[in-house]
C-alpha cells in the first residue's frame, strides 16, 4: 500500500485546510486509515482514525469539534477537513493505514506540512 497525502500550506488562525490522502496498491488490506502530526521538537501524535469500511470514528481531544476525517471509497481517498486552526495545530501531517484491528500503523504517507499563523 502506497500513501500520498496532500492539501497541507499556509492559513491564518481560525481558517480551514483540508488534507487528502490517495491510498493506492493493495488497498484491500486496509482496516483503518490514520492522520497523524508532527510539530518540530515534538513528538508525532494522533489525530484522527476511520475504519475504511465502516463508520467508526476516533479523534484526539486537542481536534475534537474542529476536525472531521472522511473518506471516498471509490477514490480510495482519506480527507481531513481542519476548521477553526489554531498556532498550535501547525506540524507536518501524515496520513497511515493499518491492515488489521490491534495492528500497529504498517503504511505511511510521506507527510504534508500545515503552518498556522496568527
Known amino acids: 500500500v502506497q500513501l500520498q497525502a496532500s492539501g497541507g500550506g499556509l492559513v491564518q488562525t481560525g481558517g480551514s485546510l483540508r488534507l487528502s490522502c490517495v491510498a493506492s496498491?493493495?488497498?484491500?488490506?486496509?482496516?483503518?486509515m490514520g492522520w497523524f502530526r508532527q510539530a518540530p521538537g515534538k513528538e508525532r501524535e494522533f489525530v484522527a482514525s476511520l475504519i475504511w469500511s465502516g463508520t467508526y470514528t476516533d479523534y484526539a481531544n486537542s481536534v475534537k469539534g474542529r476536525f472531521t476525517i472522511s473518506r471516498d471509497n471509490a477514490k480510495n481517498t482519506v480527507y481531513l477537513q481542519m476548521d477553526s486552526l489554531k498556532p498550535e495545530d501547525t506540524a507536518v501531517y501524515y496520513c497511515?493505514?493499518?491492515?488489521?484491528?490491534?495492528?500497529?500503523?504498517?503504511?505511511w504517507g510521506q507527510g504534508t506540512l500545515v503552518t498556522v499563523f496568527s
Open positions: 496498491g493493495r488497498t484491500i488490506n486496509i482496516y483503518r
Open positions: 497511515a493505514a493499518s491492515p488489521r484491528a490491534g495492528v500497529p500503523y504498517d503504511y
